[in-house]
């Protein structure tokens, strides 16, 4: 079946530093990639997402490049911010669009000033 | 504005007591679903429904029901059969992947705990 693979936090860096965060994923067909944010006591919001190889998604300064090769999908910040002290999902769907999201285990992020 | 609203914020619950989770959404989606969240292991899918009167189950469920009367609505019940109810609860809202460029919006949640 479908899975996603983060690499395991805590992240912690300070103000300014760069970020990546890896995303790997498995899949059958040509699922559409996704990273969602979630800050503390909240649902998550979409962050960025690449709906078919070598789109990028960008947002808020965070990319990510749909790599099928590698079927890969690494998040990527040039420079940090304490407000981005969050949870980062990597989530995949196997059909187009949102359906049945498959979520990574979740890397929290911690900057410090 | 549109989204999506999930109630209560906290809720505690006796053990071998059912307790049912609100979720409405005014975004005029389609497809709504239900996740749990536990430390450590991401989201998993309990159920999802892709239109009104239908619902199909996810990965994890065992213990939970849901009902899809009302295209605003997917309220999920937590049962006594579930062992471990002690979660995060979220509920979220899609159109159905026909279309490219959609994204799942996600409520702020629900804190079940089992006193």
């Known amino acids: 079946g479908n899975s996603v693979t983060q690499m395991e936090g805590p992240v912690t860096l300070s103000e300014e530093a760069f970020l990546t965060i890896n995303c790997t994923y498995t899949?059958?067909?040509?699922?559409?990639l996704f990273w969602y944010v979630q800050y503390p006591g909240e649902g998550l919001q979409l962050l960025l997402k690449?709906?078919?190889?070598?789109d990028k998604g960008s947002n808020k300064g965070f990319e990510a490049t749909y790599r099928k090769e590698t079927t890969s999908f690494h998040l990527e910040k040039g420079s940090v911010q304490v407000s981005d002290s969050a949870v980062y999902f990597c989530?995949?769907?196997?059909?187009?669009?949102?359906?049945?999201?498959?979520f990574g285990k979740g890397t929290k992020l911690t900057v410090n000033p | 504005d549109g989204g999506i609203t999930q109630s209560p914020k906290y809720l505690f619950r006796k053990e071998g007591q059912n307790v049912t989770l609100s979720c409405e959404q005014n975004?005029?989606?389609?497809?709504m679903y239900w996740y749990r969240q536990d430390p450590g292991q991401g989201l998993r899918l309990i159920y999802y429904?892709?239109?009104?009167?239908?619902?199909q189950k996810g990965d994890i469920a065992e213990g939970y029901s849901v009902s899809r009367e009302k295209k605003e609505s997917f309220p999920l019940t937590v049962t006594s059969a579930q062992k471990n109810p002690t979660a995060f609860y979220l509920c979220?809202?899609?159109?159905?992947?026909?279309?490219?460029?959609?994204?799942?919006?996600f409520g702020q949640g629900t804190r079940l705990t089992v006193v």
């Open positions: 979220a809202s899609s159109i159905p992947g026909t279309q490219m460029n959609t994204e799942a919006f």
């Open positions: 899949a059958t067909g040509y699922p559409s």
């Open positions: 690449a709906t078919k190889a070598d």
């Open positions: 989530a995949l769907s196997d059909r187009g669009g949102s359906e049945k999201l498959v």
């Open positions: 975004l005029n989606h389609d497809a």
């Open positions: 429904s892709q239109i009104v009167n239908d619902f």
